[in-house]
């Protein structure tokens, strides 16, 4: 549905309740390279702002969070739990090739 009203000026007050709401950043993704970012599940939902930084790929290592934009984005899923005794390192090859 469009709206009659133009609603931008009101998305930093609406970032704000969300951060208020959600407890996450709406700041952007941390640049690690040229080509990679490191960012959190607001950055993934946020189709115009991956755009703008030119996304094309995305690595979602969550059991939580989904591919938002799949029709749109290349993603490899790791789903695994954000816990300490998680065993990142078995995937190293699968996400340094990804990346």
């Not at 995305?58 to 934009?69: C, D, R, W």
């Not at 190293?92 to 090739?97: A, S």
């Amino acid at each position: 549905t469009e709206f009659a009203c133009n609603l931008s000026q009101y998305k930093r007050f609406i970032d704000e309740q969300i951060v208020k709401v959600f407890g996450q950043s709406t700041e952007p993704p941390s640049q690690i390279f040229d080509y990679l970012f490191l960012g959190n599940e607001w950055n993934a939902s946020n189709l115009t702002q991956l755009q703008r930084l030119g996304v094309t790929h995305v690595l979602n290592v969550t059991m939580e969070i989904a591919n938002f934009f799949s029709h749109e984005l290349v993603y490899k899923s790791i789903r695994i739990r954000d816990e300490e005794s998680s065993d990142l390192q078995r995937y190293w090859d699968e996400t340094y090739n990804f990346i």
